[in-house]
T-cell receptor, first 110, second 113 residues
Framework: DAKTTQPPSMDCAEGRAANLPCNHS???????VYWYRQIHSQGPQYIIHGLKNNETNEMASLIITEDRKSSTLILPHATLRDTAVYYCIRQPFGNEKLTFGTGTRLTIIP | DGGITQSPKYLFRKEGQNVTLSCEQNLNHDAMYWYRQDPGQGLRLIYY???????QKGDIAEGYSVSREKKESFPLTVTSAQKNPTAFYLC????????????FGPGTRLTVL
């Protein structure tokens, strides 16, 4: 049970906005949407999370559809250092375990 | 400079030897976690601890042991009973149990020869 569906890979030109989609059509009301990324051979890095409303921080924006069945992570001005695997995760409140799928491998093209 | 440290970054051991991986955090987080990652795959939870002197098994605890004697430290021992110990091991912490954002260390890559 993958729980979230992401494209396996994407390319984005440096300086452009990178839009990473995630489908979570069976999400429950108590589940947050979390985004992490993992640069090769490093630990995952927290990016952003949300429940219903759109969220923005210094790294990215998270757009969640009104029905909460999908979301999009937006990196507004991608740089080469944004090349990584991006994971979209559903995490129920009160659940200790993060369930990582295989994510989207984002490559930023110079 | 707050964060989570794991040492060493690379570790080599002979088959049949126990090995202990270090994880320290100075974030004053109550909860700590150990995950295992195999090539091309997601993370799998080994053990977690919500408070000092208490810990619970995750999905793949067999062949591993942990201790939580101090809030800052959560060492993981990979025992000889673990059948396939070669992997990338990640430690994480969160402010409190369940549902809080988890912050990860840099990881330890263990290779058993």
């Amino acid at each position: 049970d993958a729980k979230t569906t992401q494209p396996p890979s994407m390319d984005c030109a440096e300086g452009r906005a990178a839009n990473l989609p995630c489908n979570h059509s069976t999400i429950s009301g108590n589940e947050y949407v979390y985004w992490y990324r993992q640069i090769h051979s490093q630990g995952p890095q927290y990016i952003i999370h949300g429940l219903k409303n759109n969220e923005t921080n210094e790294m990215a924006s998270l757009i969640i559809t009104e029905d909460r069945k999908s979301s999009t992570l937006i990196l507004p001005h991608a740089t080469l250092r944004d090349t990584a695997v991006y994971y979209c995760i559903r995490q129920p409140f009160g659940n200790e375990k993060l369930t990582f799928g295989t994510g989207t491998r984002l490559t930023i093209i110079p | 400079d707050g964060g989570i440290t794991q040492s060493p970054k690379y570790l080599f051991r002979k088959e049949g030897q126990n090995v202990t991986l270090s994880c320290e955090q100075n974030l004053n987080h109550d909860a700590m976690y150990w995950y295992r990652q195999d090539p091309g795959q997601g993370l799998r939870l080994i053990y977690y601890s919500q408070i000092v002197n208490d810990f619970q098994k995750g999905d793949i605890a067999e062949g591993y042991s942990v201790s939580r004697e101090k809030k800052e430290s959560f060492p993981l021992t990979v025992t000889s009973a673990q059948k396939n110990p070669t992997a990338f091991y990640l430690c994480a912490s969160s402010i409190a149990r369940g549902g809080d954002t988890q912050y990860f260390g840099p990881g330890t890559r263990l290779t058993v020869l």
